[in-house]
């Protein structure tokens, strides 16, 4: 597996930061909902300095990946897809970047308006990006939990269509992304 | 033109009541503070109360005459953040239904240094009463005072965090008692 895309695959570090943060992601769902129905204690606290580390956590690695995007040009889209598809599938995969920026990026401003220190990891202080606010803070949860929904939308959208190119189209969209494979298994030969 | 005796009268008149009021005070609330320095999660925060009530009477060259009674209004804490200043209300904590008042009752006076006393009494939260000794500096002008006193205790010492909350740190144990109160003589 070569580190840089090719023409009509992605190479491992396209690979790894994908499902790295996908992975992430997923498990930030549920330690999100976890930690906001959890009773009020010590272990409520230490699952929000879990959820809230993880979180910066996603927000370097989808920064990273987005200039990793920039420097390596993504392989080319199926060759015989349809316009509208290729711009939904350019569309969605930009709403998820967004999505991937902005969902960390709110729960730091909850954070900061609700005046809670963040401590990544218990290690290193992060510092407050808004004042101390209670309307900010509870507008900051209102978008921080419609992304969550958006989010979870845009991935039934992404994960259906990942699913559908494998099954139905039986070409190399998925597989391509998938670790391991180099070249697309149902690349036409040139 | 006075007579003199009427004059020596009158000069008496005001020394006695100078006396009596010079050693007490009245808080500027608005400059003041009384608060303390908790951490949460490791990160030291500061909280404030807005309502209190200070009985000092006070004068550095007659220390037996002083004496210090605080009453805190519990429910006007202050630590910029809502939910926490919520939370300190809850029964694990400051328990404010309960228990809405501190206080703080003097019963001793010491000079320390130059300018430094300390002053000892009797310090109630939630019902629990411990000896509490704060240091404190104090400057005087010819328009008012100034004292600042800061003094360290734990929170388990009035079963503030109850529960999980008395053996996890999280919620540092130590706590710093913030007090900086500006004072003008009271007439
Ligand atoms: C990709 C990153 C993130 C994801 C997927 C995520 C997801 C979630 C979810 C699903 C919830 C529960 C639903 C809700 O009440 O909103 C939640 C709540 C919360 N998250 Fe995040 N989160 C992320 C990053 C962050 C970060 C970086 C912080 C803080 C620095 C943070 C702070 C919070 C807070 C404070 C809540 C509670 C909100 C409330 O009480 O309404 N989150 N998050
Ligand atoms: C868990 C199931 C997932 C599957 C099966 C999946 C599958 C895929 C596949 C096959 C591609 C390649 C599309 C192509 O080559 O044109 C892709 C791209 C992408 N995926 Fe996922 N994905 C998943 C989860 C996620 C998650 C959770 C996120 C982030 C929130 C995400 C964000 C993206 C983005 C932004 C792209 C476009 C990459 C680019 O063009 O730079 N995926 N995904």
């Given at each position: ?41 010590p ?130 969209i ?5 670790p ?11 | ?68 009674d605080?009453?805190?209004?519990i ?16 029964p ?12 703080f ?51 388990t ?31």
């Amino acid at each position: 597996m070569t580190l840089r895309n090719s023409d009509h695959s992605w190479g491992g570090i396209a690979k790894v930061l994908h499902w790295l943060i996908a992975a992430m992601i997923l498990g930030m769902f549920v330690l999100g909902w976890i930690a906001v129905n959890y009773p009020m204690s010590p272990t409520k606290i230490k699952l929000f300095t879990w959820h809230k580390s993880f979180g910066i956590t996603i927000l370097m690695l989808a920064l990273l990946r987005m200039a990793w995007r920039f420097l390596d040009p993504p392989p080319a889209s199926s060759a015989h897809a349809p316009v509208w598809e290729r711009q939904l599938a350019r569309t969605s995969h930009a709403l998820l970047y967004l999505a991937m920026i902005a969902m960390p990026v709110s729960g730091w401003i909850i954070n900061s308006a609700a005046n809670f220190p963040l401590k990544l990891f218990g290690l290193i202080r992060l510092p407050d990006i808004v004042p101390a606010d209670k309307t900010l803070q509870t507008q900051a949860e209102f978008v921080h939990l419609s992304l969550f929904w958006i989010l979870v939308a845009l991935l039934i959208l992404h994960v259906g269509a990942a699913l559908w190119h494998h099954i139905v189209r039986r070409d190399d969209i998925l597989t391509r992304m998938l670790p391991g494979t180099t070249r697309g298994a149902k690349e036409p030969v040139e | 033109m006075m007579s003199a005796p009427r004059a020596a009268t009158a000069l008496i008149f005001i020394l006695v009541n100078a006396a009596a009021a010079a050693s007490d005070w009245i808080v500027i609330k608005n400059r003041s503070q009384l608060g303390f320095v908790a951490t949460y999660d490791g990160v030291g925060f500061t909280a404030r109360f807005e309502n209190f009530d200070a009985g000092i009477r006070f004068d550095p060259k007659q220390l037996e005459t002083g004496r210090f009674d605080v009453v805190v209004d519990i429910s006007s804490v202050n630590s910029d953040s809502a939910d926490r200043d919520q939370g300190m209300l809850e029964p694990e904590w400051f328990d404010m239904k309960q228990f809405p008042k501190a206080r703080f009752v003097s019963t001793d006076l010491r000079r320390t240094g130059a300018g430094t006393f300390a002053v000892a009494g009797r310090l109630t939260i939630k019902n629990i009463t411990r000896d509490f000794v704060l240091p404190f500096e104090w400057s005087e002008s010819v328009t008012g005072a100034r004292l600042q006193g800061k003094a360290d205790t734990r929170r388990t010492d009035f079963e503030i965090g109850t529960g999980d909350w008395k053996t996890d740190p999280i919620i540092g144990f130590e706590v710093k008692i913030l007090v900086d109160l500006y004072l003008e003589r009271k007439h």
